[in-house]
């Protein structure tokens, strides 16, 4: 069974910080892309932020300067850490895994994808709520 986990999400004060955590079991996310998605009542899901298999990254321009993104292979884990929040950052956060186009090619490990339908695993998200 491929899953992954988001936790670490909850309630913080604007400016405050959070750090989320997706945890893969059944694969090695070393070998994935991985990418950081929300979801806000009644809008669409949009791209928060993602790394390639080989760490290079992309970012929203609305949380870059606030937001990283890394791995720690040894756990298995792909982070998301967030500082100086905002309202707007309010959603469910959600982490998913890109393996690649098929069949393979091997320019996709320098590349990860903003889109939603790049990706085939998804974790049940975890809520993150900005409010006073």
């Known amino acids: 069974q491929l899953q992954l986990v988001e936790s670490g999400g909850g309630l913080v004060q604007p400016g405050g910080s959070l750090r989320l955590s997706c945890a893969a079991s059944g694969f090695t996310l070393e070998h994935y892309a991985i990418g950081w998605f929300r979801q806000a009542p009644g809008k669409e899901r949009e791209g928060v932020s993602c790394?390639?298999?080989?760490?290079?990254?992309n970012f929203r321009d609305s949380v870059k300067g606030r937001f990283t993104i890394s791995r720690d292979n040894a756990k298995n884990t792909v982070y998301l850490q967030m500082n100086n929040l905002k309202p707007e950052d309010t959603a469910v956060y959600y982490c998913?895994?890109?393996?690649?186009?098929?069949?393979?090619?091997?320019?996709?490990?320098?590349?990860?994808?903003?889109?939603?339908?790049?990706?085939?695993?998804w974790g049940q998200g975890t809520q993150v709520t900005v409010s006073s």
């Open positions: 998913a895994a890109d393996m690649g186009r098929t069949p393979p090619d091997p320019s996709d490990k320098y590349y990860c994808s903003d889109y939603v339908w790049s990706y085939a695993y």
């Open positions: 790394t390639s298999r080989i760490d290079s990254t």
